[in-house]
Structures are given as C-alpha cells and as structure tokens.
C-alpha cells in the first residue's frame, strides 16, 4: 500500500535559518513525487514534480531533492513568506494516477 | 488565483442531511478530482472524472457520489450526513490524466455537520 511520512510535523524557524524537510515514501513503482504549499485556508498549490533518484528542482529559496526512498525540500535563507504547510504526494507507476498525500510539515518562520 | 472555482465556500448542516458541493474547473482542464481533507488524515482523494466519464476511485463512501457534466464543471452530492463528514472538501483540475502531477485547487468547501 502506498505510504507517505512526513517530518516533522511542525518546524519553526528564524529568518534566515535553513533547515529541510523530509518525505519518505512507499510506493509500488514510482511514476513522481511533488511538492505542494498550502496556505491556511486555502487549497494546495503545485511547487515540483521529482521522476527519478538524483533530480533536483529549485524555485526561489526552495530545492527539492529526490532518492530511491525519500525526499527533501531544503529551504535556504527562509523569509516569513515562506510560512505554510508542505505537502508531499507520490504518484504510482499502475493502477489508479491520483495523488497520495502526505499530513504536512506545517512551517513557520520567525522574523 | 488557481482558477479552480468552488462554491458554497463554508456550509453548516445537520446529519442525516444531503449537500451539493460544486466545482468549475480551469479553463482547459478536462480532469477534475475531488479530495477531503480533515485535520487528522490529510488529504484524502476521492474519486476523478476525465470529460465527463469516471476515470479513479478512491476512499470515498457509498453515501457519497459525484459528477462531472457536459461543461466540464463537476458536483460532490454528500448524504446521510455523519459528525465525521465534517472537513474541507477541495476540487482539483488538471489539463490530462494528471500524470504531471500538477494539479490546481480551488479553495475547497468548509463542511461542518452539527
């Protein structure tokens, strides 16, 4: 059954501090892995699709990284904007192609 | 702006009660999906519609069912309300079968059963 962790659940940090966030999936084969940001009171909104071990994706402060059994969003220098709930989702290879959501790592940063 | 549109955007109700939820999808998009979102499981799917036919079930209760019509605008008919149904249901559009992954979501529709 496909599986989907996210840590932590819940992040604080000071402006300017990097940290990452982790996503560790199980999945009968892989088709993607993306990140979504949710703001309170608002519906997720699409940051990166990841394929396959090794690719990395990069917006603004945001990398994402990708391998065979997790992922990191790694946040740079974050701003108070930044501030939102991440939500990792993975995509099966067969079967149905929706998306399997993980329960977040909700952020915030402290000016 | 995703230009997913969804409404009623908040609706309070009593179980045993049926609701419609509605959603429009982005200009374009053929794909339409519905998920839940409740405080302690995430998001939830529950069904797909691609231009207008059944395309992936998932959690989703028999008490619940949905559509999408000729428009491409797609209604979640819930009933038999239950204290549990209470959550955040957001509709989601794509542009194909959603392989991308890229998906856009409206804001969702705040249900809350008394």
């Known amino acids: 059954e496909d599986q989907v962790t996210q840590s932590p659940e819940a992040l604080r940090l000071q402006e300017g501090e990097s940290s990452s966030l982790n996503c560790s999936y199980t999945?009968?084969?892989?088709?993607?892995l993306f990140w979504y940001r949710q703001d309170p009171g608002k519906g997720p909104e699409f940051l990166f699709t990841l394929y396959s071990a090794g690719e990395e994706k990069e917006k603004e402060r945001l990398k994402a990284t990708l391998t065979k059994k997790e992922s990191f969003l790694h946040i740079t220098a974050p701003k108070p904007e930044d501030s939102a709930t991440y939500l990792c989702?993975?995509?099966?290879?067969?079967?149905?192609?929706?998306?399997?959501f993980g329960t977040g790592t909700r952020l915030t940063v402290i000016p | 702006d995703s230009g997913v549109t969804q409404t009623p955007k908040h609706l309070i109700t009593a179980t045993g009660q049926r609701v419609t939820l509605r959603c429009s999808p982005r200009s374009g998009d053929l794909s339409v999906y519905w998920y839940q979102q409740s405080l302690d499981q995430g998001l939830q799917f529950l069904i797909q519609y691609y231009n207008g036919e059944e395309r992936a079930k998932g959690n989703i209760l028999e008490r619940f069912s949905a559509q999408q019509f000729p428009d491409l605008h797609s209604e979640l008919n819930l009933s038999s309300l239950e204290l549990g149904d209470s959550a955040l249901y957001f509709c989601?559009?794509?542009?194909?079968?959603?392989?991308?992954?890229?998906?856009?979501f409206g804001e969702g529709s705040r249900l809350t059963v008394l």
């Open positions: 999945v009968s084969g892989l088709r993607g």
């Open positions: 989601a559009s794509s542009v194909d079968l959603g392989h991308t992954g890229e998906l856009f």
């Open positions: 989702a993975v995509q099966a290879r067969t079967g149905a192609n929706n998306l399997f």
